[in-house]
Structures are given as structure tokens and as C-alpha cells.
């Protein structure tokens, strides 16, 4: 069976690529396609799981550490990805979540700083990385896309997790 898609070797970032769920899985689908993947977590082993599951589709991928909450550094690594990978064509963010102590009600007195903390893990890393890509695709003049991976909690209600409901409410009107 042929491939749906044939990306011809373009270079495209998956930010959030570790830890064997969507952003591994899209990696993946990526390289199958044809892609040159860039795939960035900030965890060894998210950058281990991201490596292992690239494997079947050769060596020209890159499995990158990023803080992408860190303007320079994202700066940097999409430098370095482009001087190795091409001319970055497009990226997958898939970063976030919610942590244990995410976990709050809105009456608990840690309530608003867990909003604050899950707020900026599920915004200002994907908000960081977009634009930053955006500029790259706008400095080659090749044309991409950006996709933003969300959450049904950004449309409705969620007990415990109105801070996580509000984030990917917030990355929805972003994208």
C-alpha cells in the first residue's frame, strides 16, 4: 500500500514528542509520511520514547532537549534544526497537561497558583514555539502550517481542572 502523503523529506517540528501518547504517535505518522521530524521534549525519557518510536523510519531525524518556554532557546534550537534537518516547513505542538497538584478546586487556597502554573504549561510553550516558527516559515518564504493540539476541556466545564479548561480554552483562541 502506497503512501496518503508523501512529505518529501521536509522538515517539521513536533513539539511535545515524548512520553508515548499523541505527540509520539504524530512523530511517528510524520516520518511515516515522509517527513524529516524534529522531535522535542524536555524529558530524557520523552526524548528516549520519541527516539525509539522515529527508529523504524531511519536515521534523519532529530530528537531535540528544548525548554520551549525559553524565547533564546527555542531560537537556538530551531537554528540548529534548519542548519541539520532544511528549512523548518511546520510544526506539531502537543505540549501541556495537567500535574498532580494541578488538581485543584477553585475554593482550595493553592487554587490560584496551580491556575497559574498550569496556564503557562499549556500556553507559553506552544505560544513561544509557534511564533517562532512562523517566523522561520516567513524567513524562507517556502510556506507551512502550524498545528495546535487542544482539549475538549477548552470548551466545556472540567471539575478540578478549571485552570487546564481555561489554558486549552486560551489555545484555541490563539491558534
Not at 498545528?147 to 490563539?174: D, E, F, H, P, Q
Request: glycine share 12%; with cysteine; charged share 15%.
Amino acid at each position: 500500500v502506497g503512501k496518503l502523503i508523501d512529505l518529501n523529506r521536509r522538515a517539521y517540528l513536533v513539539a511535545g514528542a515524548g512520553g508515548g501518547g499523541i505527540g509520539t504517535a504524530i512523530a511517528a505518522l510524520l516520518a511515516e509520511a515522509g517527513a524529516t521530524v524534529i522531535a522535542v521534549d524536555k524529558t530524557e525519557l520523552g526524548r528516549e520514547t520519541a527516539a525509539q518510536a522515529l527508529a523504524p523510519f531511519g536515521d534523519t531525524h532529530l530528537v531535540l532537549d528544548c525548554d520551549l518556554a525559553d524565547p533564546q532557546a527555542v531560537e537556538a534550537m530551531l537554528a540548529d534544526a534548519a542548519a541539520r534537518a532544511g528549512a523548518i516547513r511546520g510544526a506539531v505542538n502537543v505540549v501541556g497537561g495537567m500535574l498532580p497538584h494541578h488538581w485543584t478546586a477553585l475554593t482550595d487556597p493553592l487554587a490560584p497558583d496551580a491556575f497559574d502554573d498550569v496556564m503557562r504549561f499549556n500556553l507559553k510553550p506552544t505560544l513561544i514555539a509557534s511564533t517562532a516558527v512562523a517566523r522561520a516559515i516567513a524567513a524562507h518564504g517556502l510556506g507551512g502550517s502550524i498545528v495546535n493540539v487542544t482539549s475538549a476541556a477548552g470548551l466545556v466545564s472540567m471539575a478540578y481542572g478549571a485552570g487546564y479548561g481555561a489554558a486549552k480554552a486560551a489555545l484555541i483562541n490563539l491558534t
